[in-house]
């Protein structure tokens, strides 16, 4: 029934921007965290950032300076704004919410970003 909708992926140049969106739908409650993983290919699976009800946010080091996440927590709508893009943020990136009461995970289906020339 809770299902995640992803949207804004796609090809941009380096030093180009994106921004990504997320929404959650058939939910009760906002959810506790939200936020987005990418994977390359013949990578790991990593977080990018999430960010809680309360607006507590954490980034990998990465991406500091560059992307930043918001989110409503009435929608269960969160947004990843990148900025300065590099090559070597190419991935599928995966929008994430849990909730810890009641207990509940969803993932997206991923939206793929290409950062090229």
């Known amino acids: 029934q809770v299902q995640l909708v992803e949207s804004g992926g796609g090809l941009v140049q380096p030093g180009g921007s994106l921004r990504l969106s997320c929404a959650a739908s058939?939910?009760?409650?906002?959810?506790?965290?939200m936020g987005w993983y990418r994977q390359a290919p013949g990578k790991q699976r990593e977080l990018v950032a999430t960010?809680?009800?309360?607006?507590?946010?954490n980034y990998t080091y990465s991406v500091k300076g560059r992307f930043t996440i918001s989110r409503d927590n009435a929608k269960n709508t969160v947004w990843l704004q990148m900025n300065s893009l590099k090559p070597e943020d190419t991935a599928v990136y995966y929008c994430?919410?849990?909730?810890?009461?009641?207990?509940?995970?969803?993932w997206g289906q991923g939206t793929l970003v290409t950062v090229s020339s």
């Open positions: 960010i809680t009800r309360g607006g507590t946010t």
């Open positions: 994430n919410a849990r909730n810890i009461f009641p207990p509940l995970e969803v």
């Open positions: 058939g939910t009760i409650v906002s959810m506790f965290a």
